[in-house]
């Protein structure tokens, strides 16, 4: 259940994982003026979540397990599959056209500068990061 979440906030990595994973995932709409609530208009809108405004719909949507499953997705693998949330959220903090310092990353991300630096590594070995000119950037071509 996303109740407040940004445009780009952990809330909706969880939720999209969730949703992976075959787990219903419900959002709180709020005021479309607040941008707390721009992530769970976001979900709302792509589909990723069930629209909830009371505790009666979210008792239904954690019905006994299982029951409220959604149909098996099967589709061709992401690039993000298999990544732990704090490298997810380091890919999202990336970049895609200009190198940006590792400092930089440690505010975008709100990670540690060693976590950042560890998962730059891990990116970079997985082909999604690239070091240029002194900083790091989205890498074109993964794998």
Same mark, same amino acid.
């Given at each position: ?42 979900? =709302?809108?792509?589909?990723? %979540?069930?629209? &909830? ?5 979210? *008792?239904? /949507?954690? @019905?006994? #397990? ?27 903090? =990336?970049?895609?056209?200009? %190198?940006?310092? &590792? ?5 975008? *991300?709100? /990670?540690? @500068?060693? #976590? ?22 989205r890498s074109g071509k993964p794998g």
């Open positions: 259940m996303v109740v407040e979440a940004r445009w780009r906030s952990g809330a909706l990595n969880t939720a999209h994982h969730a949703e992976t994973l075959g787990r219903a995932v419900g959002a709180v709409p709020g005021s479309v003026h607040s941008a707390n609530s721009a992530g769970c208009h976001r979900l =709302l809108r792509e589909g990723g %979540a069930v629209c &909830v405004t009371d505790a009666g719909e979210i *008792a239904e /949507l954690a @019905a006994p #397990s299982g029951e409220a499953l959604p149909d098996d997705k099967s589709g061709p693998a992401a690039v993000q599959d298999g990544l732990t949330l704090e490298d997810l959220i380091l890919l999202d903090a =990336l970049p895609l056209r200009t %190198a940006t310092s &590792v400092e930089k990353l440690t505010v975008v *991300a709100g /990670l540690s @500068a060693d #976590s950042v630096r560890a998962g730059l590594g891990r990116l970079g070995l997985l082909g999604l990061a690239e070091s240029r000119a002194g900083g790091w950037k």
